[in-house]
């Protein structure tokens, strides 16, 4: 083995780094472009090179299309810098098949000279399930707060369950897209299935007038109970300009009638 007749301190080395099911390389950093001198099995497992095909190279025969280049530069970086570097990379098996590679690159030096240690292990799935998380906790948002749009003109979000601060920051944040987006005039939203905490002040139902009037749109809310009509009533200061219906029909009877040409 190359690397076993280059450097007889790292006999000792060697066969633990065999024992890590995980990949494990060893570059000469006093070699011209820094080139493997040992894989592990866990290396030739993962990536599908054999010892032969990978001794000698430089370790960016893993790199493709999509691997990140800033984090490319960042390792070039603390390689030269004799710095230990960790992130998790795009990488490609000799198959071309993609894999998620968290890498750690340590310098060591044996016999004054210096060598690179670069521990690899396979987290695609844990990153594939991270996607799956992220696209759950979108669906889960996008039921959570629904908008629907009527036509160019009028949206509908249709509110059940409670109401809390994040709920509020999330729905402001959706309909300001949404808003931004098109060129919409009215915004009711159907508080019919809402419960209303009583920790929850006026300051969510005011930032979200606000944030529609700034779009410029004007926001109407509708299935407003007895029981809600007083809570609207006791908790807001300036309810003068909106706009409160018993349920979303009247509502939008109340836009049909106000439109430019009705007779």
């Known amino acids: 083995m190359e690397f076993l007749q280059e450097q007889h301190a790292s006999s000792l080395l060697v066969p633990t780094l065999d024992l890590i099911e995980n990949g494990a390389v060893i570059t000469n950093a006093a070699k011209p472009d820094n080139p493997i001198v040992f894989v592990n099995k866990g290396f030739e497992r993962v990536t599908g090179y054999s010892t032969k095909e990978a001794v000698g190279r430089n370790c960016r025969f893993l790199q493709g299309e999509e691997t990140d280049k800033s984090s490319i530069s960042e390792m070039k970086r603390a390689i030269k810098l004799v710095r230990p570097f960790?992130?998790?990379l795009l990488n490609y098996r000799k198959d071309g098949t993609p894999f998620w590679n968290r890498i750690n690159i340590k310098p060591v030096r044996l016999d004054k000279t210096l060598y690179f240690i670069g521990l690899q292990y396979d987290v695609t799935d844990k990153m594939n399930?991270?996607?799956d998380i992220e696209a759950a906790k979108k669906e889960i948002e996008d039921l959570s707060i629904p908008i629907i749009s009527l036509d160019d003109e009028t949206m509908v979000v249709p509110l059940v369950g409670q109401m809390d601060a994040n709920r509020s920051f999330l729905l402001i944040d959706k309909l300001s897209d949404k808003l931004f987006k098109t060129e919409?005039?009215?915004v009711i939203v159907d508080v019919t299935g809402l419960y209303l905490d009583s920790s929850m002040t006026e300051e969510w139902i005011q930032n979200l007038r606000n944030?529609?009037?700034?779009?410029g749109a004007e926001l109407i809310i509708s299935g407003v109970s007895p029981k809600m009509a007083f809570y609207f009533n006791r908790t807001m200061n300036d309810i003068a300009d909106m706009q409160f219906y018993s349920s979303l029909?009247?509502?939008l009877g109340s836009i049909k009638r106000n439109r430019p040409g009705r007779v």
């Open 86 to 88: 960790e992130r998790i």
């Open 129 to 131: 399930l991270n996607v």
């Open 184 to 186: 919409t005039e009215h």
């Open 211 to 215: 944030t529609v009037r700034l779009l």
């Open 249 to 251: 029909q009247v509502a």
